[in-house]
Nanobody, 115 residues
């Protein structure tokens, strides 16, 4: 099973930006879908964005135009660039990989948007 490690979370003011990284323990070139989920306190985990092996992408409606997901197969890393952050984006963000019947998760990274 691939291991996923997220980084890049933190505290940011409304309107600010953060870039999350998810680095895998092996090549991601054959991983069908990699995605970012988030979970706020008292709420279910939701899919924020995903990217396929062919670099097709899709986003949660509330983040379209503000967030961008990308992948660098050479670095075994998927990124989530988050701009124009809002307090409602506050959550723990998790990286996910789906491949060959496997469903792997990272440990999560906290994003807090507050003044």
């Amino acid at each position: 099973q691939v291991q996923l490690v997220e980084s890049g979370g933190g505290l940011v003011q409304p309107g600010g930006s953060l870039r999350l990284s998810c680095t895998a323990s092996r090549s991601i070139s054959d991983i069908y879908i990699m995605g970012w989920y988030r979970q706020a306190p008292g709420k279910p985990r939701e899919l924020v964005a995903y990217i396929t092996y062919s670099s097709s992408t899709d986003y949660l409606d509330s983040v379209k135009g503000r967030f961008t997901i990308s992948r660098d197969n050479a670095k075994n890393t998927v990124y989530l660039q988050m701009n124009s952050l809002k307090p409602e984006d506050t959550a723990v963000y998790y990286c996910n990989a789906r491949y060959g019947g496997h469903n792997a998760w990272g440990q999560g990274t906290q994003v807090t948007v507050s003044s």
